[in-house]
């Protein structure tokens, strides 16, 4: 496979995406959206955190059934056994988010439906990208705490003390701050990107360690500077695009859901609002179950369209990739079959057959 542009790659990518989902069912649509959902999930990976158990305790107070900072023991233990569960919630998200994230991209590689599979063929590595991920976004948020401390230290003393009219070095601060925050929701998103498009599939298709993964990666990078900014930029363009395109989707979804059925509420309401407390309660249990039916409508489409978009990002940063990674283009473009020549038949003469002539 030939390497393709970021503009290249679009076509191939859509082609690939309306392929995998053809012909339609709503079963194949929500389980690759499920899938696709999961996958997005995994490459945020951020662990919630467990929270304060409240302020310093009060000199008055002692011992642990006394009150600590205006919270009751029941309450601080609440805070914790609430915390804790958050974070373990968190932890499972990250595991079937990363492991998912595997699967998604071997079911657009392999251009197959059978989750099965890849989730048992790819278990093995999932903790190896789990650490990477935490470990990354570990180190880029003690370097963002080390470069803002000075600032925040000048804002928090500015904020304490009551100072009327703050400086020029607290607005200095402040703008520095509000700078870095942005420039660290930018390094934040190119992090998740080059870390799901140009590491993981060394992972993903060759069983490479991290240390190679990365390595190659920074290669690939290294050569290619300005195309893969430029891939970044077109897959920021496609990501409006795409879903302005899935929210119009979803409301055309909406209307074609909400249309009968405020229609069919209309019409129990005109036929049950004097109908006594038996059919006014008739009239609100079917209510209920129109708007069951609604969120369940609202549910399907947004899992269903906003599936669909994601399993296109993943086939476009796999044919991006693909003629740069051999083992990738080759699953996406199987080379033909070697051509086989016939096999050789040894001619054998035939007897020339001698005929008698009566004299």
Not at 19 to 38: I, M, N, Q, T, Y
Not at 109 to 118: C, E, G, N, S
Not at 184 to 194: K, N
Request: proline share 7%; glycine share 8%.
């Amino acid at each position: 496979m030939r390497p393709l542009s970021a503009t290249e790659a679009f076509t191939p990518a859509l082609e690939r995406t309306k392929s995998l989902l053809r012909p339609f069912s709503l079963k194949l649509w929500l389980k690759l959206g499920l899938v696709a959902f999961a996958a997005e999930m995994g490459a945020q990976f951020v662990f919630p955190p467990i929270g304060n158990a409240g302020a310093p305790a009060s000199s008055q107070s002692s011992g642990i059934g006394a009150v600590a900072g205006g919270l009751s023991e029941m309450w601080i233990m609440a805070i914790l056994g609430f915390g804790l569960i958050v974070f373990l919630v968190g932890l499972v998200v990250l595991y079937v988010g990363s492991r998912t994230q595997f699967v998604l991209m071997d079911l657009v590689a392999t251009h197959t439906t059978l989750v099965r599979l890849p989730w048992h063929r790819h278990a093995s590595k999932t903790w190896r990208w789990i650490g990477l991920k935490v470990a990354t976004f570990f180190a880029i948020f003690v370097l963002l705490g080390v470069v803002l401390a000075g600032p925040l230290i000048v804002v928090f003393r500015n904020i304490s003390r009551n100072v009327p009219q703050p400086g020029a070095a607290f607005f200095g601060s402040f703008f520095l701050i509000f700078t870095m925050i942005i420039l660290a929701v930018i390094a934040l998103v190119t992090v998740v990107w080059t870390l799901r498009d140009f590491v993981l599939p060394f992972i993903v298709f060759e069983d490479a360690m991290l240390a190679v993964a990365i390595r190659s990666a920074v290669e690939l990078i290294r050569r290619e500077p300005l195309s893969i900014l430029f891939y970044f930029l077109m897959k920021l363009a496609f990501g409006f695009v795409a879903a302005i395109a899935a929210e119009f989707a979803i409301l055309i979804s909406m209307l074609i859901v909400a249309i009968p059925a405020g229609g069919i509420g209309a019409i129990v309401w005109l036929a049950l609002r004097h109908a006594g407390a038996f059919g006014t309660a008739i009239m609100y249990a079917t209510f209920g179950m129109l708007g069951i039916v609604f969120v369940a409508a609202l549910f399907t489409a947004v899992i269903c369209m906003g599936g669909a978009t994601l399993v296109f990002y993943q086939a476009y940063a796999l044919y991006f990739i693909g003629g740069r990674i051999p083992s990738v283009g080759a699953l996406l473009e199987p080379p033909p079959p070697p051509f086989a020549a016939p096999p050789f038949v040894p001619m054998v003469p035939t007897p020339l057959k001698i005929r008698s002539c009566d004299s």
